[in-house]
């Protein structure tokens, strides 16, 4: 017994002594594995007398449980000495700023913006989206719009010709406006009408306001009694919305297009002295839209009764909107493709200026 016990006060002597888990792993192989010292001491009690047996027997059965519980003990005391010191030596400051990846990310180009913006607009007021051809012939650019062959309207429009002739129906060219899709769209359906239709155009014209390429947005509305007043007030409560401005100041103006009668031209008031352009203030005027009762011949060209029938129609510069909205001084700028001008005037997928949020009512 008396050897027992000190063979339990070594154990724990070296348990204590040790300071890292592998040499208290050993020593539990040592005194616990199958050849270790307990392993045969109990091995030697078989040759004892029944009594000795029992008594010692028991006793290093206790001398085993105390070893397994102190290493045990030893072993959470160790782990948790290193997790402590990892702690300490891991310590994370929070105070430092970021280390924020340099994110390389597109940008919504200011076109697309407008885009949506004003798709948002006509479709809570109720028109619908139509959509024609780039390449069209000369019958829907010009004819059908009532801009025959002689015309000096087709002179102003400097447009790119297209080899292919469509024979009665004539060369095929660049559309040079949107209003084509009104024909091209009343062919197709019977009245009421009440559609916008966005898209390109194009036109052999390069300056700070013009480009050869370049978005237009059509709209127009045909049924038994849409009048000028109608259009008037689209045109106003449009603007209003897309600038976000209830003071808004647009003039109409009396105009001239072969397709409309009458016919108006529309601008907004705008400064243009600074580097940026502001919409509201100033004393300039910049055309945005181009407007007018849709002309009986256009009506009859689309297989509308222009008696029972009336509408109007409007024509706007996307991109000169977009100019105006987002202070965008150079029209060409918008489609240089130069990757750092989209960097400052695009628009962040995620960061959008929603109607939703900025619209005043
Ligand atoms: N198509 C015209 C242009 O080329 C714009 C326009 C004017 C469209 C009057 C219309 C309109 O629908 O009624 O500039």
Excluded at 50 to 67: D, F, M, Y
Excluded at 106 to 120: F, K, M, N
Excluded at 146 to 174: E, V
Aim: proline share 5%.
């Amino acid at each position: 017994m008396e050897n027992i016990k000190s063979i339990e006060n070594e154990i724990i002597s070296k348990i204590e002594k040790a300071d890292n888990e592998r040499a208290l792993e050993e020593i539990r192989i040592s005194e616990l594995g199958k050849k270790g010292r307990i392993s045969n001491i109990l091995k030697k009690v078989g040759s004892l007398s029944p009594a000795e047996r029992k008594e010692i027997g028991s006793s290093i059965n206790t001398l085993k449980k105390i070893i397994t519980e102190k290493i045990r003990e030893k072993r959470d005391y160790l782990l948790k000495i290193e997790i402590d010191t990892k702690l300490i030596k891991e310590k994370i400051d929070v105070t430092l700023p970021a280390q924020i990846k340099q994110q390389n990310n597109g940008r919504i180009h200011p076109v697309s913006q407008v885009l949506d913006e004003i798709s948002e607009i006509f479709g809570s007021l109720g028109y619908e989206l139509a959509d024609g051809p780039d390449i069209e012939s000369e019958y829907y650019n010009f004819n059908a719009l009532n801009i025959p062959d002689s015309h000096p309207a087709r002179q102003m429009h400097d447009t790119f010709y297209l080899s292919k002739n469509n024979g009665k129906k004539g060369q095929s060219l660049l559309r040079t406006h949107t209003s084509p899709v009104q024909v091209r769209t009343m062919e197709k359906g019977k009245p009421p009408f009440k559609f916008i239709s966005p898209g390109r155009s194009y036109r052999a014209d390069s300056d700070q306001t013009h480009t050869p390429m370049f978005h237009m947005i059509e709209g127009l509305v045909v049924d038994e009694e849409a009048n000028l007043g109608h259009l008037k007030w689209t045109l106003e409560t449009f603007l209003s919305s897309f600038f976000e401005n209830n003071e808004i100041k647009v003039r109409l103006r009396p105009s001239y297009f072969p397709f409309t009668e009458p016919s108006l031209e529309v601008d907004v008031l705008c400064d243009r002295s600074g580097s940026t352009l502001k919409i509201g203030e100033g004393s300039d005027w910049l055309e945005v839209a181009g407007a007018g009762m849709v002309h009986p011949n256009v009506l009859k060209a689309s297989n509308i009764d222009s008696k029972k029938y009336q509408g109007f129609a409007f024509g706007f510069g996307l991109d000169r909107l977009a100019q105006l909205k987002y202070g965008i001084p150079d029209l060409r700028t918008l489609f240089s493709g130069d990757i750092r001008w989209l960097k400052h005037y695009g628009f962040l997928a995620l960061d959008i200026p929603t109607l939703a949020r900025g619209l005043k009512k």
